[in-house]
């Protein structure tokens, strides 16, 4: 079974940066949607970015020109660079993964997830 191990979480203060990592194992997926989602307290989980194996990628509105979504070259590897973090960024940051191209931005569609990964962004 496919295996996601989300990295790179912390806090930092608004203004700063961090880069999340997805380390994918335990599946040979021709192709993919890898994606992003974040849950803050009492809020839906929400998708935020996503990349599929044909290295198109979606952001939300929210994290436009300020977060970045990325696969390394053997692709088992997806990275969100999160700059310019405001206070309303904070929460716990989800990848997830399906076997197919499409990127549903609900999480239900997405079969496999990480444990999570907390970003706290102070004012």
């Known amino acids: 079974d496919a295996q996601l191990v989300e990295s790179g979480g912390g806090s930092v203060q608004a203004g700063g940066s961090l880069r999340l990592s997805c380390a994918a194992s335990g599946y040979t997926f021709n192709t993919y949607c890898m994606a992003w989602f974040r849950q803050a307290p009492g809020k839906e989980r929400a998708r935020i970015a996503a990349i599929n194996s044909d290295l198109t990628t979606i952001s939300a509105d929210s994290v436009k020109g300020r977060f970045t979504i990325s696969l390394d070259n053997a692709k088992t590897t997806m990275y969100l660079q999160m700059n310019s973090l405001t206070p309303e960024d904070t929460a716990m940051y989800y990848c997830?993964?399906?076997?197919?191209?499409?990127?549903?931005?609900?999480?239900?569609?997405?079969?496999?997830w990480g444990q999570g990964t907390q970003v706290t962004v102070s004012s």
């Open positions: 997830a993964a399906r076997s197919e191209s499409t990127c549903y931005r609900t999480a239900n569609f997405y079969p496999y």
